[in-house]
């Protein structure tokens, strides 16, 4: 199945926008994909356009399985080879095949956790090839909340989803993986609201804002922290204060500025006393433990009015 046998060893794209590094079990040629299992021994079935194996000895394209005929193949620095118009942006005729980066590798080495690199070679080609998805936007099909496609193809990097860490594009409405954007300063907090266009939009550099509106801080908190850990209750001190402190740049935006020795106790009245929270007393567990009753984001609220503006809100929760 296009070029992929049992036993090779693949690179495959998760739904974090990352390539891990596995080796394929079974192939299913008609559903075209893959059941691989990862370093860590776990097994998944992967598409097959979200797998990518290393050069073979064939001269064929990559992406069309043609050999040269006509039209001249042109071979990666790093990996395979490619038709001058099958890559995504099209290759200039005259690139150096002894330099030239194709854009899995490009991706493959730019992508990280907390957002894309900025700076060197590997980042400027990759904000060059985000100019361009390597898909049609417009032949993907949508759920009615225009969160998941049938075809499972996301971001600049056609791979899957839905994962947490993603916002938005307010303007074409695609979703992308926080560690394929370049504009990040800080990771993504899960529940938090944000502003975000693509650079295929802006036709250059991402642009992303935090909105500057009321959000119950300690409902953020405790939502990120239960996503993060898969836990319900927190101690107070140690992880719900302190996680406070350590991000307070970050939740800080569209918040008074609370001293740090008012914080302790803002917050604990706050998760003494509202409805959303559950304190680890009511049910005999430590006091000094919360959580919240339901898991789920803060409510969009705002002091000021519109709330929501063009673009259209992203919230980085599913």
């Given at each position: 199945?296009?070029?992929?046998?049992?036993?090779?060893?693949?690179?495959?794209?998760?739904?974090?926008?990352?390539?891990?590094?596995?080796?394929?079990?079974?192939?299913?040629?008609?559903?075209?994909?893959?059941?691989?299992?990862?370093?860590?021994?776990?097994?998944?079935?992967?598409?097959?356009?979200?797998?990518?194996?290393?050069?073979?000895?064939?001269?064929?394209?990559?992406?069309?399985?043609?050999?040269?005929?006509?039209?001249?193949?042109?071979?990666?620095?790093?990996?395979?080879?490619?038709?001058?118009?099958?890559?995504?942006?099209?290759?200039?005729?005259?690139?150096?095949?002894?330099?030239?980066?194709?854009?899995?590798?490009?991706?493959?080495?730019?992508?990280?956790?907390?957002?894309?690199?900025?700076?060197?070679?590997?980042?400027?080609?990759?904000?060059?090839?985000?100019?361009?998805?390597?898909?049609?936007?417009?032949?993907?099909?949508?759920?009615?909340?225009?969160?998941?496609?049938?075809?499972?193809?996301?971001?600049?990097?056609?791979?899957?989803?839905?994962?947490?860490?993603m916002v938005q594009c307010g303007s074409c409405g695609q979703w992308?993986?926080?560690?394929?954007?370049?504009?990040?300063?800080?990771?993504?907090?899960?529940?938090?609201?944000?502003?975000?266009?693509?650079?295929?939009?802006?036709?250059g550099p991402e642009t992303i804002q935090r909105l500057p509106m009321?959000?119950?801080?300690?409902?953020?908190?405790?939502?990120?922290?239960?996503?993060?850990?898969?836990?319900?209750?927190?101690?107070?001190?140690?992880?719900?204060?302190?996680?406070?402190?350590?991000?307070?740049?970050?939740?800080?935006?569209?918040?008074?500025?609370?001293?740090?020795?008012?914080?302790?106790?803002?917050?604990?009245?706050?998760?003494n006393s509202h409805k959303d929270f559950v304190s680890g007393k009511?049910?005999?567990?430590?006091?000094?433990?919360?959580?919240?009753?339901?898991?789920?984001?803060?409510?969009?609220?705002?002091?000021?009015?519109?709330?929501?503006?063009?673009?259209?809100?992203?919230?980085?929760?599913?």
């Amino acid at each position: 199945m296009g070029g992929v046998s049992e036993g090779d060893d693949v690179l495959a794209r998760w739904s974090d926008g990352l390539l891990y590094l596995g080796n394929v079990k079974r192939v299913d040629g008609v559903k075209q994909c893959c059941l691989v299992r990862f370093e860590d021994n776990s097994e998944f079935w992967v598409l097959r356009k979200d797998i990518h194996s290393a050069a073979g000895g064939e001269e064929v394209c990559c992406v069309c399985d043609a050999p040269p005929l006509k039209e001249p193949l042109i071979n990666c620095l790093k990996c395979r080879h490619y038709h001058l118009e099958c890559h995504t942006p099209t290759i200039e005729p005259e690139a150096d095949s002894d330099s030239w980066i194709c854009r899995q590798c490009v991706f493959a080495v730019a992508t990280k956790r907390g957002g894309a690199l900025k700076r060197g070679r590997f980042a400027r080609l990759m904000q060059f090839m985000k100019l361009r998805l390597p898909y049609q936007l417009s032949s993907l099909d949508w759920d009615p909340q225009h969160l998941t496609n049938q075809q499972q193809c996301y971001c600049y990097c056609a791979g899957p989803g839905w994962n947490l860490k993603m916002v938005q594009c307010g303007s074409c409405g695609q979703w992308f993986h926080e560690a394929c954007t370049q504009c990040l300063t800080k990771p993504l907090l899960y529940g938090d609201f944000y502003q975000f266009q693509c650079s295929v939009c802006t036709k250059g550099p991402e642009t992303i804002q935090r909105l500057p509106m009321t959000v119950d801080l300690a409902h953020l908190v405790l939502y990120h922290l239960s996503l993060c850990c898969k836990r319900k209750y927190f101690d107070f001190d140690h992880e719900i204060l302190s996680f406070t402190n350590e991000n307070w740049d970050s939740l800080l935006l569209g918040l008074s500025d609370t001293p740090r020795q008012d914080r302790f106790h803002n917050l604990l009245n706050a998760l003494n006393s509202h409805k959303d929270f559950v304190s680890g007393k009511e049910i005999k567990k430590k006091k000094c433990l919360f959580g919240l009753q339901v898991r789920a984001p803060p409510p969009l609220t705002s002091d000021t009015s519109p709330l929501i503006t063009d673009p259209p809100v992203s919230i980085t929760h599913r």
